[in-house]
């Protein structure tokens, strides 16, 4: 197996050059888009842009600085190649994919710059700051608010995107306090394959695991799939090691503490803007016997939520819950691979009638995911319970099958959305988070607004949502929508529709991201959500780390 | 019941001035402190020290200050008595208690407020910023790091201590999501009184409970007895208020979130240096049906310490888990109140003789205290697994009535310190926290540092040590010693004493406090511990909310 930072990727859209999507496994899944978008797909893949047809600004680096960047990092470690810039100059938002896929790639990095070590690190913001040279950090580029787009700020001549995939070392695995510290750029298949080797495991896994790593989860405030078990990765680390501008912040390895405002926590979710993440510490658990994932279906939404809602306040807490509203639910059946054995097949639809007899259906109920990770004997006792809490708000088991075939697929939806966004589709997520007696109001209030925004640019809508990182005290709810683009106004009605939702979120009570983070794409919520008190006190702490204002400009409302 | 707030409390020490410890009845005590520490103890409490004998600075504000103060609360709200002052002027720390006891109390504020709502703080904190005074924000005053000590400023010509006990409002119960929202000056029995009617419980309850507060516990990062279970008070706060010189911050009132480094976590320890909390959200949890408390002995201090380890780690987590050296667990006994029924009390000693011709005993071992708290079936059933894990690491359960003794008297101990210190003995505690592969060096180097420091000055040293706040990853853990005192050179002789204990807790990798908050007494260390980038980048962050730098002066180092 190669090191995911081997693999080829894509800099117009999602991962591995070499993959893609099998939507011609999928036979009713398009005429299901077709009908209910109005639309008409091509069964065509449109071809992938060419990097020919992109036009690049030049690199506006001297010379000078260049030879004093190669003088750190060695030549081998910049580039100023058209297919680095490019791969460094946007994220993976539905926003960056339209953009790169015309060819319109606005900001890119002069340079980019590859540190093998800290001392590296130390000495490009050295010269990024006398130059006046905006910094992004770059772990693995998959921001989806576009983090990692290099935006200008009056009095910089330029960008450089720091990718840190060569610091990717394990500097320390502590078994016994179940900790383990390692450069911020390591990703996540070869971060877990280090533990794995200890009998030891992190169990963070976002939707972009196999194209991300450990400093960008930090700086994001990232969750994984298994965040209701184990937690965001805020809850993860620590202690984690920043350099700013201005020298070093390390955070003291201790499990707790009560040494005035926790800088661990202004560090996670810091976006880039107050220095670069170099290391982490992070609290890792002993490799799980079990993956056990299974599927239920409720014959309502509302007993899904409430279900969640009674393991997470009566501490039976899975690691994965996943409850789908009725559209995601139904979604889920369209865009199901049938058996590959015809028998099986007919069971499976026969048994599906009958389910819906009995009034559990995938089209008016709730379909969902549970996942347990552990020691077999617990895990084993705890979906016990957790299952009978389901049961009890009106569920039906559907068994591992169900829950494998969602796990086994997990990371592939990305490269969905580029295919469909060759079909003209408006594809996109947004996510949020709010208290459980606010939940079905948010839920709602955020449909709404996506559906009329979408019509507002003469578009029927799929809006589907699920909740799928919880906690006692509310839940996270994750929308993925669909609509026709406008076609020449994609950016246009893009950025309608994300103006409506977002509002709908701050006036209802919800955060403006539970685990995307704000980039540039959230950030004219940040401030309504953070404060103008609070925002300014956070301008005043980065113009002491980054006096100069050479930390990803823009980002935060920085 | 008086509310607690109602209840008189003692200005040159801990709690309700009506109650004491009842040292008489554990005869067995007084003769081992003897022995112990080389001294002879006068079976007679010295006098409390009389407010007659405390000179008292005259308050600096001139009456123009005390006019617009008048107008903005009501005369009955603004005090410049000598008792309100001197109550307000000190902590409960042992230092407190040294200069209290001798009419020392160089810091008293000019005057105490006591606004009733937020619009009165916001005009407080206006005149204060205007007029250049001081603001100490108080609630309950139980620091035992200084933190309410007013300290001077350069610029300022006086100080107020703004005590918040007039704003403890219930302003939202939301048993749905379970949270529940109040104003910061409720203090915590009526904060549980208040959940308890609604079937709810908040469950945090450090030492100082009957006599402190919401506000504080947020401001200092308090744990609780059941933080092991429940988590410290940081991670009991769900949104929180925070009033500042320039304005309110208020923190949105979610799970979790990804936007930007997390302001609620900056508010958590700010120690009254950024500005007055006046609410916060809290998240809550069924009132528990049973409170299982039970004491084990461990045959060895390091079975105990990997027994928590194992709980921690296997996720077999108790409420409370407490964990005593053989210095302590020889004091428990040692300072038990025996059966009033003489046959009861002669089996127990019987016991005990059994128990250690067995290899189990309170001298050689480790005393434990393990609590559970939840519905009745659960907490059974956990309890049978944390037990079966201290019985393979050479536990003999106690049972319940050992376990119900510490729980009842688990409000006590700072009457008793007061007392000793009445027989001319040091007896303070502290503090610390690190990771299990550490705690070992670090609890032995610690008592080394106090029994060297007591030397130093001719004492002999009784140094014991429980965990009793733990984690995956690592513990707290506790120091409580006492020596003879130096006469005449008490504060001397404890600031030699505190000055090598938080030397040892730094170079040996723990941290200056794990609940007890930084204050005054902790300032040398905390910059050492934050790093010096920190520091400035947090008092860049102070300024921008507090220009004047009229908040808690000298506190945190700011």
């Known amino acids: 197996m190669p090191k995911s930072k081997e693999i080829e990727t894509r800099w117009w859209g ?21 009908e209910r978008l109005g639309i008409k797909v091509e069964q065509v893949r449109t071809p992938d842009p060419s990097l020919d047809h992109v036009e690049l600004r030049a690199p506006r680096l001297s010379d000078d600085v260049m030879v004093e960047l190669e003088q750190i990092v060695g030549s081998s470690n910049l580039s100023t190649e058209k297919r680095d810039r490019v791969h460094h100059a946007i994220g993976k938002s539905y926003r960056d994919v339209v953009r790169a896929r015309s060819g319109n790639i606005p900001n890119p990095p002069d340079a980019v710059v590859y540190p093998g070590s800290e001392e590296e690190v130390k000495a490009i913001l050295e010269v990024a700051e006398n130059r006046g040279i905006a910094v992004i950090p770059y772990c693995g580029g998959s921001s989806v608010v576009g983090g990692v787009e290099p935006l200008d700020r009056d009095g910089l001549i330029g960008s450089i ?6 610091m990717d070392k394990v500097l320390m695995v502590d078994a016994e306090s179940l900790r383990a510290r390692f450069e911020a750029g390591i990703w996540g298949p070869e971060l877990e394959d280090e533990l794995k080797k200890r009998g030891l495991y992190l169990g963070h896994a976002p939707e972009s695991f196999l194209f991300s790593g450990l400093g960008g989860w930090i700086a994001s405030r990232s969750a994984g799939r298994q965040s209701t078990g184990y937690g965001k990765i805020e809850e993860m680390v620590e202690s984690v ?3 700013t501008p201005r020298g070093i912040i390390d955070t003291l390895d201790v499990p707790a503490s009560a040494t005035g405002p926790d800088f661990k926590e202004i560090i996670c979710g810091s976006e880039g803007t107050l220095g670069i993440i170099t290391q982490a510490t992070v609290r890792v658990r002993p490799l799980p016997e079990v993956f056990d994932y299974r599927g239920l279906l409720f014959k309502e939404f509302e007993g899904g939520v409430q279900s969640v809602k009674e393991m997470m306040q009566s501490g039976n807490i899975p690691e994965t819950i996943r409850i789908s509203d009725p559209e995601e639910s139904s979604l889920a059946l369209r865009v199901r691979k049938p058996s590959s054995k015809p028998a099986k097949e007919k069971a499976l639809q026969a048994a599906l009638r009958v389910l819906d007899l009995l009034g559990y259906s995938f089209h008016r109920g709730s379909y969902a995911v549970l996942g347990c990770e552990g020691r077999k004997v617990e895990v084993a006792e705890r979906v016990k319970k957790i299952t009978a809490i389901c049961v009890r708000n009106g569920a039906v088991p559907l068994g591992r099958s169900a829950g494998m075939e969602w796990y086994h697929g997990r990371y592939d939806h990305p490269y969905f959305r580029d295919i469909m966004m060759g079909w003209g589709v408006l594809v996109d997520t947004l996510e949020t988070a709010t208290t459980w007696d606010n939940i079905m109001k948010l839920y709602r209030a955020v449909r709404g607004s996506i559906i009329e925004a979408l019509a507002d640019y003469d578009s029927k809508a799929i809006v589907t949502c699920h909740l799928s990182h919880s906690y006692p005290t509310g839940s996270s709810l994750y929308f993925i929508f669909m609509g026709k683009q406008a076609k020449g106004k994609e950016i246009e009605q893009w950025e309608h529709l994300k103006r409506k939702a977002g509002d709908a979120i701050i006036e209802n009570g919800g955060t403006i991201s539970h685990h995307h983070g704000v980039g540039y794409e959230h950030a004219p919520w940040f401030e309504k959500e953070y404060g103008p008190e609070a925002l300014k006190a956070l301008k005043a702490l980065k113009e002491t780390l980054d006096p100069k204002g050479i930390m990803n400009p823009g980002k935060l409302g920085l």
């Open 14 to 34: 999602w991962g591995d050059i070499k993959k893609t999507y099998p939507v011609e496994e999928r036979p009713s899944y398009i005429p299901y888009l077709e």
């Open 161 to 166: 995107s720091v990718d840190l995939r060569r």
């Open 241 to 243: 090691r920043l350099v």
